[in-house]
């Protein structure tokens, strides 16, 4: 029921920063929790963070944690990941997703997810 359209992505260098955006269309967008996931050439697609319905709430996967900030703005209905120091094994197609039922909770398994967009492309060069 949730569309969702990323940006923000590009090529970047070793050490830089990129805002992620996800802009969402939906009656009840404030009701979702919201992930962001990644998928690098060859490989599987991996849980990058998530946010609780409200915003008050979030979980990183260890290889982003103190680097990358998930946030929502629910009166805009959009969902931020704020990305740090950037490597270049944070090369990934990065998507955002809404969670398959509304709740206070922060899911990380895609299968709980219903929702996707088409993805952002990340570029990091050393």
């Known amino acids: 029921q949730v569309q969702l359209v990323e940006s923000g992505g590009g090529l970047v260098q070793a050490g830089g920063s990129l805002r992620l955006s996800c802009a969402a269309s939906?009656?009840?967008?404030?009701?979702?929790?919201m992930g962001w996931f990644r998928q690098a050439p060859g490989k599987e697609r991996e849980f990058v963070a998530a946010?609780?319905?409200?915003?008050?709430?979030?979980y990183y996967t260890d290889s982003v944690k103190d680097r990358f900030t998930i946030s929502r703005d629910n009166a805009k209905n959009t969902v931020y990941l704020q990305i740090n120091s950037l490597k270049p094994e944070d090369t990934a197609v990065y998507y955002c997703?809404?969670?398959?039922?509304?709740?206070?909770?922060?899911?990380?398994?895609?299968?709980?997810?219903?929702?996707w967009g088409q993805g952002t492309q990340v570029t990091v060069s050393s």
């Open positions: 939906g009656r009840t967008f404030g009701s979702y929790a």
């Open positions: 997703a809404a969670a398959r039922t509304p709740g206070a909770g922060i899911p990380t398994s895609p299968r709980n997810f219903g929702s």
């Open positions: 946010i609780n319905r409200s915003g008050g709430s979030t």
